[in-house]
């Protein structure tokens, strides 16, 4: 089945240290992948996405992802972590408009 | 621009009441869509309409009733809710690229309580 998984549920990181999340696919053929933020109580907020070529994107925020075909993986990154990135972070996957499926999320506490 | 809107942003409501969600872009986007997101969970797909036609709906029982009335506005129109439907009800919206995914832009989305 066409899936996506975010093994992490929780992840606690210091203010100023890097960060990565992870996430991996189940297709049959590469899905266009996103990551988004959410605030609490709040909409999702696109970070940065992946369709083709360059398999490290930029996004927002000083955040970027790397695509992995050989792992199946879509992790997001951030060399510094600030107090304001502490939100729930959710990678989705899909290769219609029909059939956008996001990871179950992983929520970001930033340690002062 | 990159911005939908919703309104209201919270709404409480009775079991027995009939209430509105109204959803807004001037993206020139076609494809508009209702999530449902419990706490804690990631947003589940309810209704997608392209062209102002609904092409999915995901089982969504038929107290939750969909309206696109032009290419910018979508509404989620409520009735008999049960307190199980309380929630964040998320719109967004896409470019239609052919069956392609494009990205989806989120609205704030609507507190809906059902008491």
């Known amino acids: 089945a066409q899936s996506v998984t975010q093994p992490d549920i929780h992840i606690t990181v210091s203010e100023g240290a890097s960060l990565e999340l992870r996430c991996n696919y189940s297709?049959?053929?590469?899905?266009?992948l996103f990551w988004y933020v959410q605030s609490p109580g709040q909409g999702l907020q696109l970070l940065l996405k992946y369709f083709s070529g360059d398999t490290l994107v930029q996004g927002i925020k000083g955040f970027e992802a790397e695509f992995k075909r050989s792992q199946s993986s879509f992790n997001l990154r951030k060399p510094s972590v600030h107090w304001s990135d502490a939100a729930e972070y959710f990678c989705?996957?899909?290769?219609?408009?029909?059939?956008?499926?996001f990871g179950a999320g992983t929520r970001l506490t930033v340690k002062p | 621009d990159t911005e939908v809107t919703q309104t209201p942003k919270h709404l409480v409501m009775g079991m027995t009441n009939k209430k509105s969600l109204k959803c807004e872009q001037h993206m020139g986007h076609r494809a508009m869509y209702w999530y449902k997101q419990k706490a804690k969970k990631p947003p589940e797909l309810m209704f997608v309409y392209s062209y102002e036609k609904l092409s999915i709906n995901e089982s969504v029982p038929s107290r939750f009733s969909p309206e696109c009335p032009n290419s910018s506005l979508l509404n989620l129109h409520l009735h008999a809710l049960q307190p199980e439907d309380s929630a964040l009800y998320l719109c967004?919206?896409?470019?239609?690229?052919?069956?392609?995914?494009?990205?989806?832009?989120f609205g704030p989305g609507t507190r809906l309580t059902v008491l």
């Open positions: 989705a996957g899909g290769r219609n408009n029909n059939d956008m499926r």
């Open positions: 297709y049959g053929a590469t899905p266009y």
């Open positions: 967004a919206s896409s470019q239609v690229r052919g069956v392609s995914t494009d990205t989806q832009y």
